[in-house]
């Protein structure tokens, strides 16, 4: 970071759901480092206290199912009391499936994936707009995927989750960027990584499927997958003041993906 950025973040307030692995723990570690105040929510008790181990400076974690409503609600309130209010938020917690054809995908796993990457970000969204309207310069960036973008064979559940978010974003972008009642406008945008080393990408999960890792890898135009750096460098633009004009955006951080096509 620049001397410039550690100086806009220092002090601020910022959530991060999924931040205990991938690109959310590598985005914690970033704005602890130019000292935000940053509190992790995830799943995982277990994994919240071992990124709170790798992580030095002003940082919590709070353990919470963001599929859960209730739970959402409970954690933010918890946040609350910590934090006093936010001006920041990242939602990047999200799951997979098992690569399957629609003929073939399990009902089960189409309910989880949508249930995590669409309805926990709507929960997400609807406490944070209701904390960080209280600041001026609030904004929030929600991690979607470029298979919100570009559809990918055998992944319909990830695909339609991410597409719908991408929607989600646009919609909350539209209804909080000027208000007329006092309140302050909180920017929405999103990034959509493409495949990104690290969290989801695991290597077992790489080497089960050789020939998707391939041919993802053959329609980048870059030829590579992401660092999960690269990607916390786009979510950090459009979470600060260098983005001020921009709001509604879906990023893609993605090597060149979206431009490619599926052989």
Request: charged share 15%; glycine share 10%; proline share 5%.
């Amino acid at each position: 970071m620049t001397k410039e950025s550690l100086v806009e973040w220092k002090g601020k307030n910022i959530v991060i759901t999924g931040g205990s692995s991938g690109i959310g723990l590598v985005l914690a570690q970033r704005l602890v480092e130019a000292q935000a105040r940053v509190v992790l929510l995830g799943r995982s008790e277990e994994k919240g206290r071992a990124a709170l181990e790798t992580l030095s400076g002003d940082v919590d974690f709070i353990a919470c199912d963001v599929a859960d409503a209730t739970a959402v609600q409970a954690a933010f309130g918890a946040l609350q009391r910590r934090l006093g209010g936010l001006d920041h938020a990242v939602n990047a917690a999200g799951v997979t499936a098992p690569y399957a054809p629609i003929s073939e995908l399990n009902p089960a796993d189409w309910a989880r994936v949508m249930t995590i990457n669409s309805h926990g970000p709507l929960y997400c969204l609807q406490q944070e707009l209701r904390l960080i309207s209280a600041k001026p310069g609030g904004s929030i960036v929600n991690v979607s995927s470029c298979a919100g973008v570009v559809p990918m064979p055998y992944q319909a559940a990830y695909v339609a989750s991410k597409a719908a978010l991408n929607a989600l974003t646009q919609v909350a972008a539209m209804e909080n960027a000027c208000d007329g009642h006092g309140r302050h406008a909180v920017r929405v945008n999103a990034v959509a990584p493409g495949p990104t080393l690290g969290g989801m990408n695991t290597p077992e999960r790489l080497q089960a499927n050789p020939s998707g890792t391939q041919r993802k890898i053959a329609v980048t135009a870059m030829k590579r997958f992401a660092q999960p750096q690269e990607v916390a460098d786009a979510v950090l633009y459009l979470l600060g003041g260098a983005s001020s004009y921009i709001t509604g955006t879906i990023l893609s951080v993605d090597g060149g993906y979206h431009i490619g096509k599926f052989e």
